[in-house]
């Protein structure tokens, strides 16, 4: 697979895998960019742009925390819609990739 195409289906999955870590709980940016770039290779400029996306769009909503090691910091959580974004969002990767799976012959 080119570099091209990798970078193409990692950004139509960002935003599911976001959704997915805040679904855990509340996550401050730079921690997100962390879990994506060890979990799927996305780099940090990715994040800020969709983080302030999915504020204006209402699916996180954010807080101020003091940091020891630092400024503070901006905490993102789901909003109830942004818990529906995530669950809808998901159960359209499931029915992908089943039927990607089952074009390459896996199920």
């Known amino acids: 697979m080119t570099e091209q ?42 994040i800020y742009p969709l983080m302030r996306r999915m504020h204006d769009d209402g699916l996180v909503e954010t807080r101020l925390a003091e940091s020891n090691s630092g400024p503070p910091r901006k905490y993102y959580r789901l909003t109830p819609a942004g818990r529906a974004a995530f669950a809808a969002q998901k159960g359209e990767w499931r ?4 039927a990607v799976n089952q074009l390459l012959g896996e199920r």
Do not use: P
């Open 95 to 98: 029915t992908f990739t089943d």
């Open 5 to 46: 195409n990798q970078v193409q289906l990692k950004k139509g999955a960002l935003e599911l895998c976001v959704l997915a870590l805040l679904a855990r709980g509340e996550s401050y940016a730079y921690e997100i960019a962390s879990a994506l770039a060890a979990g799927v290779g996305m780099g940090e400029g990715t």
